[in-house]
């Protein structure tokens, strides 16, 4: 679509849309309803469609005769709402902090379910994963010591040793090859204090190649490591499963075509996460397992070699399962475009703290619909006092003028965008989390926990 509101044509990047955000936009007062409740901006989080990417995920495992697990990234997101659907799929949570090793246990997350990721770990988050028999992937050897000491008292504890990858060689994560030889003789040393169970890494970028290839290089490690006696059995290849937000068409039109002045003041963003890719999720996966390495898929020689594999997925467990709300405070018109500014701040939307944007429209939801209206352009402005507070810096279209009390929906936010650089800026609460649920033919909201 074109927008002729402005002198510039202006491109749309509609976001794909799940049934389930469809239906809730469709019931007339649900959305205003929560508004009236939390009287702000707010998250909508759906934990059905959270439980739908964790199954195609173990799915994909289970078709290969894999046997592995999936570990949620929690990082991409602080709502408690997903941890009861990864216990009751018996999945497990990747965490990198104390607080998120809690918040795991306390959901019904079991100990075992829990990996330990993350640069240093704080002797606190050790403790707490050698007593609840997580597992830890360890990045550096003096790391690995401190985990030995803690283990005297509270037993064996369960370890990954995180690589650096080869073709990252400038990542400040993970063994060197040196350190890794270094480690792997300091486990043999320290058996009754550590059990090496295997190798880990976590790969910037969405690129199947690389991690087919490092994990196939980790499975001759785990062979030699496994003569040594030393009880390897897992290999862990992270998270950054691809994942969609636009459609093909739309989102290389919008690359091809990219014009300054599609962008308020001639902003610049200089990188953008890539919104339409493939394969993704958990097909991301299949493709990972089906690559072939002397004649036979990755999937087979994890089989033949006994080797289980974990995986970390954050944004890809999270895809269509949230959006975001704002208020709508007022529009103005000082160009050709207009400025809309809402209810709540730009922090709210990550993307734009790492000098990028979040490109999928954002939908207005009017409360009083104009059938008639002629369609306007603007830019989406926060509720602070900071020129650079913008939540949307391109010129968006919208099918009628926003005016105040109208909601303007930020679609697909669960992955990053609603968790990670908000910020209580000029004493403005975070936005809660609303949970939402389907039962018997209704839709129900609550908020999170
Ligand atoms: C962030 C992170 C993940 C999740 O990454 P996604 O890109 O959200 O899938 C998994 N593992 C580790 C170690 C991470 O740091």
């Known amino acids: 679509m074109v927008l002729n509101a402005s002198p510039v044509?202006?491109?749309?990047?509609?976001?794909?849309?799940?049934?389930?955000?469809?239906?809730?936009?469709?019931?007339?007062?649900?959305?205003?309803?929560?508004?009236?409740?939390?009287?702000?901006?707010?998250?909508?989080?759906?934990?059905e469609q959270f439980a739908a990417n964790l199954r195609s995920f173990q799915k994909t495992l289970a078709g290969y005769g894999v046997r592995g697990q999936v570990y949620y990234g929690k990082k991409a997101n602080k709502a408690g709402c997903w941890l009861p659907a990864i216990a009751d799929l018996d999945g497990a949570v990747d965490v990198a902090s104390e607080p998120e090793l809690v918040h795991a246990l306390a959901h019904g997350i079991r100990g075992r379910d829990i990996g330990v990721t993350g640069a240093a770990k704080t002797d606190g988050l050790l403790r707490l994963a050698a007593r609840h028999d997580c597992v830890v992937a360890i990045d550096a050897l003096d790391e690995l010591e401190r985990v030995a000491w803690i283990a005297r008292n509270a037993g064996p504890v369960r370890i990954l040793l995180r690589t650096l990858p080869p073709n990252a060689p400038h990542s400040r994560f993970g063994l060197s090859a040196t350190d890794l030889d270094t480690a792997i003789a300091m486990c043999a040393r320290l058996r009754s204090r550590v059990e090496l169970i295997g190798f880990s890494f976590h790969l910037d970028g969405y690129a199947v190649a690389p991690r087919a290839e490092l994990a196939y290089e980790l499975i001759r490690l785990c062979a030699k490591t496994k003569a040594q006696g030393l009880p390897i059995t897992t290999l862990s290849i992270g998270g950054g499963f691809a994942c969609r937000?636009?459609?093909?068409?739309?989102?290389?039109?919008?690359?091809?075509?990219?014009?300054?002045?599609?962008?308020?003041?001639?902003?610049?963003?200089?990188?953008?996460?890539?919104?339409?890719?493939?394969?993704?999720?958990?097909?991301?996966?299949?493709?990972?397992?089906?690559?072939e390495f002397e004649g036979h898929a990755l999937g087979n020689h994890l089989r033949d070699n006994d080797i289980q594999l974990y995986i970390e997925p954050g944004r890809a467990l999270l895809i269509d399962a949230g959006f975001t709300v704002f208020p709508v405070l007022g529009y103005k018109q000082n160009f050709d475009y207009g400025i809309t500014t809402v209810h709540g701040l730009s922090m709210?939307?990550?993307?734009?703290?790492?000098?990028?944007?979040?490109?999928?429209?954002?939908?207005?939801?009017?409360?009083?619909?104009?059938?008639?209206?002629?369609?306007?352009?603007?830019?989406?402005?926060?509720?602070?006092?900071?020129?650079?507070?913008?939540?949307?810096?391109?010129?968006?279209?919208?099918?009628?003028?926003?005016?105040?009390?109208?909601?303007?929906?930020?679609?697909?936010?669960?992955?990053y965008q609603m968790d990670k650089n908000e910020s209580e800026f000029h004493q403005l609460r975070l936005p809660p989390k609303v949970v939402i649920t389907a039962e018997e033919g209704r839709l129900r909201w609550r908020l999170d926990k």
């Open 348 to 415: 709210s939307v990550s993307e734009q703290w790492k000098g990028s944007e979040f490109l999928p429209d954002p939908i207005l939801v009017p409360r009083n619909p104009d059938p008639a209206a002629e369609p306007i352009a603007t830019c989406v402005g926060g509720a602070s006092c900071m020129e650079y507070d913008m939540l949307t810096w391109r010129k968006v279209p919208l099918p009628q003028r926003p005016a105040p009390g109208d909601l303007l929906l930020y679609p697909n936010t669960a992955g």
């Open 245 to 291: 937000y636009l459609g093909d068409d739309d989102w290389n039109a919008f690359l091809a075509h990219r014009r300054d002045d599609w962008f308020h003041a001639g902003k610049r963003p200089e990188k953008f996460y890539p919104y339409a890719q493939g394969p993704t999720g958990a097909d991301m996966l299949a493709a990972i397992l089906a690559t």
């Open 9 to 47: 044509e202006l491109p749309a990047l509609p976001a794909v849309e799940q049934e389930w955000q469809r239906r809730v936009r469709a019931d007339r007062q649900l959305l205003f309803d929560i508004q009236h409740a939390v009287g702000g901006p707010f998250h909508v989080v759906y934990p």
